[in-house]
């Protein structure tokens, strides 16, 4: 498929806003991703029974150190980086730029575990800043300007709700009153298995099914058909663990692909476990939250599909750019579909304790 390069690499890296080029309608716009890196194919790591061992604090010392020299060994650990980006050489400079900086995350990530596996200091914090993104770490102020402002907020907001801040050595810190808030909120009821299981599902599908209606096909008008039915929710507690407790409190996987018929599947299963009692409020947001990631997937699958996004649609890391985007969005997403006013995401999902 023959066709222009989008010219910024800030647009490039923009998923939003490559969307938004494309709901233009001018082709012109779309980007044009249509070759992957077919020299180049990330190696099945996680399925290797020795990647688990050598991560894990179990294992011998001496055991990890060897395991990780094979692994680089077998897998190349220590040159994947360099090998994404010659792969990607021969593309446009944008793709270069979004590819190459996801490689090198890649290439910290994977260093970093080899560090840890074999005893070894993981890279500085500085280092790995710039490593991702390209600049010098910034760091927070806590006596700066947006975080007294956005305390000053949190603060109004919580004396709305009536838990008072005043009178400092005998009042309550801002932490403290906002832990309390948030008991007070009382817990989601997770009593009747089947019924919370419903209604998670329920509304993981409505939110997605608005997310796509209200935010993605008015970016692009095609995307009002993407395969969302394919999200599953389910409740977990160590009752369905074989009697062991859960460790984790929520999480979603997206298991996208293909079927054995090649057909594309778009599949992910987000879960909840419910021995971890949680405000209700809490239950949806994060669900929502997850939703939105599980419908990124789909969007990134089905442009790939369409070749509309190369190689990029596969290969995210945790700490890449688009990782940011992705979260932003995400956190966002809930204004968004309602119409951008927190309000009306109250009003639209019940989240009725809502400090405000
Ligand atoms: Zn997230």
Same mark, same amino acid.
């Given at each position: 498929?023959?066709?222009?390069q989008?010219?910024s690499?800030?647009?490039?890296?923009d998923?939003?806003?490559t969307?938004m080029?494309?709901?233009?309608?001018?082709?012109?716009?779309? +980007?044009?991703?249509?070759t992957?890196?077919?020299?180049?194919?990330?190696?099945a790591?996680?399925?290797?029974p020795?990647?688990?061992?050598?991560?894990?604090?179990?294992?011998?010392?001496?055991t990890?150190?060897?395991?990780?020299?094979?692994?680089?060994?077998?897998?190349?650990?220590?040159?994947?980086?360099?090998r994404v =980006?010659?792969?990607?050489?021969?593309?446009?400079?944008? /793709?270069?730029?979004?590819?190459g900086?996801?490689?090198?995350t890649?290439?910290?990530?994977?260093?970093?575990?080899?560090a840890?596996? /074999?005893?070894?200091?993981i890279p500085p914090?500085?280092?790995? #800043? /710039?490593t991702?993104?390209?600049?010098?770490?910034v760091?927070?102020?806590?006596?700066?300007?947006? +975080?007294?402002?956005?305390?000053?907020?949190m603060?109004?907001l919580?004396?709305? !709700?009536?838990?008072?801040? =005043?009178?400092?050595?005998?009042g309550?810190?801002? *932490?403290q009153?906002?832990?309390q808030?948030e008991?007070? &909120?009382?817990? *989601?009821d997770t009593?009747?298995?089947e019924?919370?299981?419903?209604? &998670?599902?329920a509304?993981?599908?409505?939110? *997605?099914?608005l997310?796509?209606?209200?935010?993605?096909?008015?970016?692009d008008?095609?995307?009002a058909?993407?395969?969302?039915?394919?999200?599953?929710?389910?409740?977990?507690? !160590?009752?369905?663990?074989?009697?062991?407790?859960?460790n984790?409190?929520?999480f979603l996987?997206?298991?996208g692909? !293909?079927?054995?018929?090649?057909?594309p599947r778009?599949?992910?299963?987000f879960?909840?476990n419910?021995?971890r009692?949680?405000?209700? *409020?809490d +239950?949806k947001?994060?669900?929502?939250h997850?939703t939105?990631?599980?419908v990124?997937?789909?969007?990134?699958q089905?442009?790939?599909?369409?070749?509309?996004?190369?190689?990029?649609?596969?290969?995210?890391t945790?700490?890449?750019?688009?990782? #940011?985007?992705?979260?932003?969005?995400?956190q966002?997403?809930?204004?968004?579909?309602?119409?951008? =006013?927190?309000?009306d995401?109250i009003?639209?999902?019940g989240?009725?304790?809502?400090?405000?």
């Amino acid at each position: 498929m023959e066709g222009p390069q989008v010219e910024s690499p800030r647009e490039f890296t923009d998923l939003h806003r490559t969307m938004m080029y494309a709901a233009d309608g001018k082709s012109s716009d779309y +980007v044009d991703a249509d070759t992957g890196i077919e020299e180049f194919g990330m190696p099945a790591l996680t399925e290797d029974p020795r990647f688990g061992l050598m991560v894990n604090d179990d294992t011998e010392a001496s055991t990890r150190q060897d395991l990780a020299d094979q692994l680089v060994r077998e897998y190349g650990l220590d040159t994947i980086g360099e090998r994404v =980006k010659e792969a990607a050489g021969s593309f446009s400079e944008d /793709r270069r730029a979004v590819i190459g900086r996801e490689a090198d995350t890649a290439q910290m990530m994977i260093n970093g575990v080899l560090a840890m596996a /074999r005893g070894e200091a993981i890279p500085p914090y500085e280092e790995r #800043i /710039r490593t991702v993104t390209g600049q010098e770490p910034v760091r927070i102020d806590p006596k700066g300007r947006e +975080v007294v402002e956005i305390r000053g907020l949190m603060r109004q907001l919580l004396e709305r !709700k009536g838990y008072s801040l =005043k009178g400092n050595s005998r009042g309550k810190t801002l *932490a403290q009153a906002t832990m309390q808030w948030e008991h007070e &909120l009382g817990n *989601a009821d997770t009593s009747d298995f089947e019924a919370f299981q419903k209604d &998670l599902q329920a509304g993981g599908w409505a939110y *997605a099914d608005l997310l796509k209606s209200e935010v993605l096909a008015k970016l692009d008008p095609s995307l009002a058909a993407l395969p969302v039915d394919g999200l599953e929710y389910e409740a977990a507690s !160590k009752d369905t663990n074989n009697g062991k407790p859960i460790n984790w409190d929520a999480f979603l996987a997206y298991t996208g692909g !293909k079927n054995p018929d090649s057909s594309p599947r778009y599949s992910g299963k987000f879960r909840w476990n419910i021995d971890r009692p949680a405000p209700m *409020a809490d +239950v949806k947001y994060i669900t929502n939250h997850e939703t939105t990631h599980a419908v990124q997937a789909v969007v990134q699958q089905w442009l790939r599909q369409q070749g509309r996004l190369g190689s990029e649609a596969a290969f995210t890391t945790m700490a890449s750019e688009r990782a #940011i985007l992705t979260e932003g969005l995400a956190q966002v997403a809930g204004e968004l579909v309602s119409g951008g =006013k927190l309000e009306d995401v109250i009003a639209q999902f019940g989240i009725n304790h809502s400090l405000q």
